[in-house]
């Protein structure tokens, strides 16, 4: 489903690679986490997957399709397909979590049927039914995030990118969010999540890509990731 092949990056100065020859292929109901220390790769890895950033050498493909030959005007069409959660969760503070679920869809042009029938199910497949009408200063963190899934889920995309989502959580919120993330794997969609917790990655054993200085050093299938 994605295939980085041969991917670099390197900023204006010449000097700052952030990606260096990274290769690899995620198969379509993968679950893979992508790890590493700070400033090793990962969220520009992220960024190219949905055209954010651009490679300065190789190519990333989405099924067929060369990421980066989208034109301007189509990329909101492909970027339908994959779903984000971030670290900081970017909900909008003055909508309740039923609205910010409803937003996303409505922002794709969903009718008002489709978003009373989806809306719901999102919410209850992250099990926040009884906070559907409370603002985010309402809500914990992992309910934060919690919402933050179900607007990412509620488009039924191809595949979720998860950009440290346990990051700013406890550890209860944590193992919540990251069951759910398992769950909305086993329904069938991709999930690529980068994170640095450790037990993150023993809790979920799946994939495990390595990475240091901007390159791919360790691809386990084990679900081990190697400090």
């Known amino acids: ?23 690899f292929q995620v198969a379509p109901r993968e679950f893979v986490s992508i790890v590493g220390h700070s400033g ?3 969220t520009t890895l992220l960024k190219m997957i949905i055209a954010e950033d651009h490679p300065s050498h190789g190519q990333v493909f989405f099924e067929s399709l060369d990421v980066h030959r989208i034109p301007k005007t ?4 492909y970027r339908r397909k994959i779903g984000t959660v971030f670290q900081d969760f970017k909900l909008l503070p003055h909508k309740t979590a039923y609205e910010n679920v409803a937003f996303a ?24 039914e009884d906070k559907a009408w ?13 919402v933050a899934i179900a607007r990412a889920i509620v488009n039924q995309p191809d595949i979720i990118i998860a950009d440290e989502p346990t990051g700013n959580l406890d550890p209860i919120a944590t ?4 069951q759910i993330l398992r769950k909305i794997n086993d329904l069938g969609t991709t999930v690529i999540m980068t994170t640095h917790n450790k037990g993150v990655i023993d809790e979920i054993e799946r994939r495990v890509i390595t990475m240091d200085d901007g390159r791919v050093v360790r691809d386990d299938v084990s679900g081990k990731y190697v400090l």
């Open 1 to 23: 489903m994605i295939y980085f092949d041969n991917v670099s990056k390197v900023y204006n100065d010449g000097r700052s690679a952030a990606l260096q020859e990274v290769t």
């Open 40 to 42: 090793a790769g990962k």
């Open 74 to 77: 189509k990329l909101p069409h």
């Open 105 to 128: 869809m409505e922002a794709n042009g969903r009718s008002d049927e489709e978003v009373a029938e989806n809306v719901p199910q999102a919410l209850a497949l992250v099990d926040l």
């Open 134 to 146: 409370n603002f985010p200063h309402e809500l914990s963190g992992g309910e934060k995030q919690r």
């Open 175 to 178: 193992y919540e969010v990251v």
